[in-house]
């Protein structure tokens, strides 16, 4: 029940039409142009205080946007971490190529590009990559892609090794499509509200969500098989601290898999299992261990670059990159 609860209050704050509302959610709407010329939604909540304690960026799943995850980036933001969520080019308030992308490696790009443009100001400052679902595989491949980019990662439920997929004779019909008609859409395999979570009212909030993305092209789901071989060299590549939350009763990816994958990760890996969880975290009761655990790790990933160890002469004044006046899409 205080599930349910906490998921009505922020449904009512959004309207209930799948995280229009914007800056009424404590979020700025930006947009940001890549180099392709593609423009892409993003979110940001200011981090409280006069000096952040770093810059959180986050990737969201094949089905969800980032008005999915609203409650936990208020909270980072109150934290007093600059938090950044992107829409992925095609999903969420992205409508132009909806469900396609040229790519795995321009999906890659974007994050890159995003990441300069916000290190451009206060380089020092700690920038963590968070994935979730299947925004893992983004957040994983990307320090192998540009290595130096982000201090850590974080996996939440990430998408490297699912249960669930595509039939076989619809796997190869995506494939053949991939070659002869690109743009030739599948139904994606995630459009039960039941496999994100338990709780009725957040399946509720799934199911009217008209932002979700419940198709994708031939060329989109071809490039995620392609990005899953991409990460059986990137994972041996990822020197960075690796933060990995799983649930235990998730539908959609396989816990097991997922660890022995991630076992061959160099850089320090710190594995949180919740026995009771369900995929989206996020859905959880407001008061599930899974944040401060996480908000503990982060605490340790900033090397002390907090309060009165900043470097000397260094502005606390608010990141100019933040947007203020781009309209959330109707």
Same mark, same amino acid.
């Given at each position: 029940?205080a599930?349910?609860?906490?998921?009505?209050?922020?449904?009512?704050?959004?309207?209930?039409?799948?995280?229009?509302?914007?800056?009424?959610s404590?979020?700025?709407?930006?947009?940001f142009?890549?180099?392709?010329g593609y423009?892409?939604y993003?979110?940001?909540?200011?981090?409280?205080?006069?000096r952040?304690?770093?810059?959180?960026?986050w990737?969201?799943?094949?089905?969800?946007?980032?008005?999915?995850?609203?409650?936990?980036?208020?909270?980072?933001?109150?934290?007093?971490?600059?938090?950044?969520?992107?829409?992925?080019?095609g999903?969420?308030?992205?409508?132009?190529?909806?469900?396609?992308?040229?790519?795995f490696?321009?999906?890659?790009?974007?994050?890159a590009?995003?990441?300069?443009h916000?290190?451009?100001?206060?380089p020092?400052?700690?920038?963590?990559?968070?994935?979730?679902?299947w925004?893992?595989?983004?957040?994983?491949?990307?320090?192998?892609?540009?290595?130096?980019?982000v201090?850590?990662v974080?996996?939440?439920?990430?998408?490297?090794?699912p249960?669930v997929?595509p039939?076989a004779?619809?796997r190869? *019909?995506?494939? %053949? &499509? +991939?070659?002869?008609? /690109?743009e030739?859409?599948?139904?994606? !395999?995630l459009?039960?509200?039941? @496999?994100?979570?338990?709780?009725?009212?957040?399946?509720?909030?799934?199911?009217a969500d008209?932002?979700?993305?419940?198709?994708?092209t031939a060329?989109?789901?071809?490039?995620?098989?392609?990005?899953?071989?991409?990460?059986?060299?990137?994972?041996?590549?990822?020197?960075v601290?690796?933060?990995?939350?799983?649930?235990?009763?998730?539908?959609?990816?396989?816990?097991?898999?997922? *660890?022995?994958? %991630? &076992? +061959?990760?160099?850089? /320090?890996l710190?594995?949180?299992?919740? !026995?009771?969880?369900?995929?989206? @975290?996020?859905?959880?009761?407001a008061?599930?261990?899974?944040?401060d655990?996480?908000?503990?790790?982060?605490?340790?990933?900033?090397?002390?670059?907090?309060?009165?160890?900043?470097?000397?002469?260094?502005?606390?004044?608010p990141d100019?990159?933040?947007?203020?006046?781009?309209?959330?899409?109707?």
């Amino acid at each position: 029940m205080a599930a349910s609860a906490a998921w009505g209050s922020l449904i009512g704050g959004i309207g209930g039409r799948g995280g229009e509302a914007g800056a009424a959610s404590g979020a700025l709407v930006g947009t940001f142009r890549a180099s392709d010329g593609y423009r892409f939604y993003y979110r940001y909540y200011p981090a409280s205080g006069e000096r952040p304690r770093g810059r959180l960026v986050w990737l969201h799943g094949i089905r969800s946007h980032g008005g999915w995850y609203e409650r936990s980036c208020r909270r980072w933001a109150e934290a007093g971490y600059e938090t950044y969520f992107l829409d992925r080019r095609g999903a969420g308030w992205n409508t132009p190529w909806r469900g396609d992308a040229p790519s795995f490696r321009r999906l890659l790009d974007d994050v890159a590009e995003f990441v300069q443009h916000l290190r451009q100001d206060r380089p020092w400052l700690p920038l963590i990559l968070g994935g979730i679902s299947w925004g893992g595989k983004l957040a994983l491949a990307l320090p192998y892609r540009k290595p130096g980019l982000v201090q850590a990662v974080v996996l939440l439920c990430p998408g490297l090794k699912p249960r669930v997929q595509p039939p076989a004779m619809q796997r190869l *019909r995506i494939a %053949l &499509a +991939a070659h002869l008609r /690109p743009e030739k859409r599948f139904p994606i !395999p995630l459009n039960e509200p039941e @496999l994100f979570t338990a709780d009725p009212a957040a399946q509720r909030y799934i199911a009217a969500d008209r932002y979700g993305l419940q198709q994708a092209t031939a060329r989109f789901l071809f490039q995620s098989f392609a990005l899953d071989v991409y990460l059986r060299r990137a994972r041996k590549h990822v020197q960075v601290p690796v933060y990995l939350a799983l649930a235990g009763q998730d539908r959609i990816i396989d816990n097991a898999a997922t *660890r022995a994958f %991630l &076992a +061959a990760v160099p850089g /320090p890996l710190t594995v949180r299992e919740y !026995p009771q969880a369900h995929h989206t @975290l996020e859905f959880e009761a407001a008061d599930h261990p899974w944040w401060d655990d996480l908000a503990q790790w982060l605490a340790q990933q900033g090397d002390g670059l907090t309060g009165e160890n900043w470097p000397a002469g260094a502005s606390a004044a608010p990141d100019p990159a933040a947007p203020a006046t781009t309209p959330a899409p109707k």
